[in-house]
């Protein structure tokens, strides 16, 4: 009777390893501090609600939860989840591309953050079309399909959406290779990171701009005074400071949550950091000021102003873009971070307002019948962003995103590694 051979070495040192890395896993699944503090019942229970409602449009489709009809087939979702969501995440490119390419090495402790949020936005923002789409198993199609319009925009900015979203991928994962402790695959993947960013810069100019070129088609259907042949390049330049002034808004947030995180010498420069990306956003809404008076008197627009509609354009165009500069420019030179602050809430608020108008308010403005999102739109929306921030928190909890990253991680701490972590 032969004998069983017993097990070589290697098979066994392989399976200890595999184990003690899944027991990492599982160690850090588990929640990090109190899991019952107000934030966490309020946000959870939103989440669960739109979940929920998430299901009901799923399986009762689109009409059981919003009021979206085919007159106005783009609602909230769109508008919001999507079109200005994304004109956020632009921080990203902005930032890696002042880094990488430009060498502001200054602004090198907040890469991380910003392409982890940009990130997410992507995923949660973009992935929201699939709530919008009335045949969602579709989606591939820009992919995989044999028949779809290569010349159309949406086919663009579908594909744009997909290589961004892993142009990101690869430019966090360096973060997520320390936090595994893969030094080897650390360092091939922080080689590939200027490549990346390279490549998704090129891709955010394009479905940047690709996003207001979707309404190139609706000429006849948004008022003048938000319709122009220039609203690609109009939301491409106001992303630039959308993305920079929802760095600073979460910059700000995170600096106060995850404040024994960030170290001592990243807590004295961060004043610098705020006021260097207020002065790139004050010049990006300055040209994109310009564009838009040049857009107005080119476009002989002014019998509208006195409309009710006119009334509404001067608001979101003074009241939204030049006061906030106004305040920028007093910041930047007085050092007042406060009232930067305040000017980055200011304009997030004016771009939320901008690309509602183009989505929404402007488009078919004088027909009879108008659209209005429903409760159920906002909330699944509020549920979106509040998933997005439950992730980002799991992940600078647990990653080295806003910390300094190990001089070492090797592969055979990961279990002790996972429990001195805040």
């Given at each position: 009777?032969?004998?069983?051979?017993?097990?070589?070495?290697?098979d066994?040192g392989?399976s200890r390893e595999l184990s003690?890395?899944?027991?990492f896993?599982?160690s850090?699944?588990?929640?990090k501090g109190?899991?019952?503090?107000a934030?966490n019942v309020?946000?959870?229970?939103?989440?669960l609600l739109g979940?929920?409602?998430?299901a009901?449009?799923?399986?009762?489709?689109?009409g059981?939860?919003t009021n979206l009809s085919?007159?106005?087939?783009?609602?909230?979702?769109?508008?919001?989840?999507v079109?200005?969501?994304?004109?956020?995440?632009?921080?990203?490119y902005v930032?890696t591309?002042?880094v990488y390419?430009?060498?502001?090495h200054?602004y090198?402790?907040?890469v991380?953050?910003?392409?982890?949020?940009?990130f997410l936005?992507?995923v949660?923002?973009?992935?929201?079309l699939?709530l919008?789409?009335?045949?969602?198993?579709?989606m591939?199609?820009?992919?995989?399909?044999?028949?779809f319009?290569?010349?159309s925009i949406?086919?663009?900015v579908?594909w744009h959406?997909?290589?961004?979203?892993?142009?990101e991928f690869?430019?966090?994962?360096p973060?997520?290779?320390?936090?595994?402790?893969?030094?080897?695959?650390?360092?091939?993947?922080?080689?590939l990171t200027?490549?990346?960013?390279?490549?998704g810069i090129?891709?955010s100019?394009l479905?940047?701009s690709?996003?207001?070129?979707l309404f190139?088609?609706?000429r006849?259907?948004i008022?003048?005074?938000w319709?122009?042949?220039f609203i690609?390049i109009?939301?491409?330049?106001s992303?630039?400071?959308?993305?920079?002034?929802?760095?600073?808004?979460e910059?700000?947030?995170s600096?106060r949550v995850f404040?024994?995180?960030?170290?001592?010498?990243?807590?004295?420069?961060?004043?610098?950091?705020?006021?260097?990306?207020a002065k790139?956003?004050?010049g990006?809404?300055f040209?994109y000021?310009?564009l838009?008076a040049?857009t107005?008197?080119?476009?002989?627009?002014?019998?509208?102003?006195g409309t009710?509609m006119g009334m509404?354009?001067?608001?979101e165009?003074l009241?939204?873009?030049a006061i906030p500069?106004?305040?920028y420019?007093?910041?930047?030179?007085?050092?007042?971070i406060?009232?930067i602050?305040t000017?980055?809430?200011?304009?997030?608020?004016g771009i939320?307002m901008?690309?509602l108008?183009?989505?929404?308010?402007?488009?078919?403005?004088?027909?009879?019948?108008?659209?209005?999102?429903s409760?159920?739109?906002i909330?699944v929306?509020?549920?979106?962003?509040l998933m997005?921030?439950?992730?980002f928190?799991w992940?600078?909890n647990?990653m080295p995103?806003?910390?300094?990253?190990?001089?070492?991680?090797?592969?055979?701490n990961?279990?002790e590694?996972?429990?001195?972590k805040?």
């Amino acid at each position: 009777m032969e004998k069983a051979h017993p097990r070589s070495s290697s098979d066994t040192g392989i399976s200890r390893e595999l184990s003690r890395f899944v027991s990492f896993l599982l160690s850090e699944l588990k929640p990090k501090g109190n899991p019952f503090t107000a934030f966490n019942v309020i946000s959870g229970a939103l989440i669960l609600l739109g979940l929920f409602l998430i299901a009901v449009r799923f399986i009762k489709g689109l009409g059981a939860v919003t009021n979206l009809s085919q007159d106005f087939p783009w609602g909230f979702w769109i508008g919001f989840d999507v079109i200005t969501g994304v004109a956020f995440a632009g921080g990203a490119y902005v930032l890696t591309f002042a880094v990488y390419i430009m060498g502001a090495h200054k602004y090198h402790p907040i890469v991380r953050a910003t392409v982890l949020n940009g990130f997410l936005a992507y995923v949660f923002y973009a992935g929201a079309l699939l709530l919008d789409v009335g045949r969602p198993w579709n989606m591939v199609n820009p992919i995989i399909g044999n028949d779809f319009g290569v010349n159309s925009i949406l086919f663009l900015v579908a594909w744009h959406f997909l290589l961004y979203m892993i142009a990101e991928f690869i430019e966090f994962s360096p973060a997520i290779a320390e936090w595994l402790g893969l030094n080897r695959a650390r360092k091939i993947l922080q080689s590939l990171t200027l490549g990346a960013v390279t490549f998704g810069i090129t891709l955010s100019t394009l479905h940047q701009s690709g996003l207001g070129a979707l309404f190139l088609m609706a000429r006849d259907k948004i008022h003048p005074l938000w319709y122009s042949e220039f609203i690609p390049i109009l939301f491409f330049v106001s992303s630039i400071f959308a993305g920079l002034s929802m760095v600073i808004i979460e910059g700000t947030i995170s600096h106060r949550v995850f404040k024994d995180q960030i170290p001592d010498d990243h807590h004295t420069s961060y004043e610098d950091i705020v006021r260097g990306l207020a002065k790139g956003a004050a010049g990006a809404m300055f040209a994109y000021l310009f564009l838009k008076a040049l857009t107005f008197v080119h476009g002989k627009h002014w019998n509208y102003l006195g409309t009710p509609m006119g009334m509404w354009y001067l608001v979101e165009v003074l009241g939204f873009v030049a006061i906030p500069l106004y305040l920028y420019v007093g910041g930047i030179r007085s050092g007042n971070i406060r009232l930067i602050r305040t000017a980055s809430i200011v304009t997030a608020l004016g771009i939320v307002m901008n690309r509602l108008n183009v989505s929404i308010v402007a488009y078919k403005w004088d027909a009879s019948a108008h659209y209005y999102p429903s409760w159920m739109e906002i909330e699944v929306t509020v549920a979106i962003i509040l998933m997005e921030i439950w992730v980002f928190r799991w992940v600078v909890n647990r990653m080295p995103v806003l910390r300094e990253a190990p001089a070492q991680a090797p592969q055979e701490n990961l279990p002790e590694a996972s429990s001195a972590k805040g």
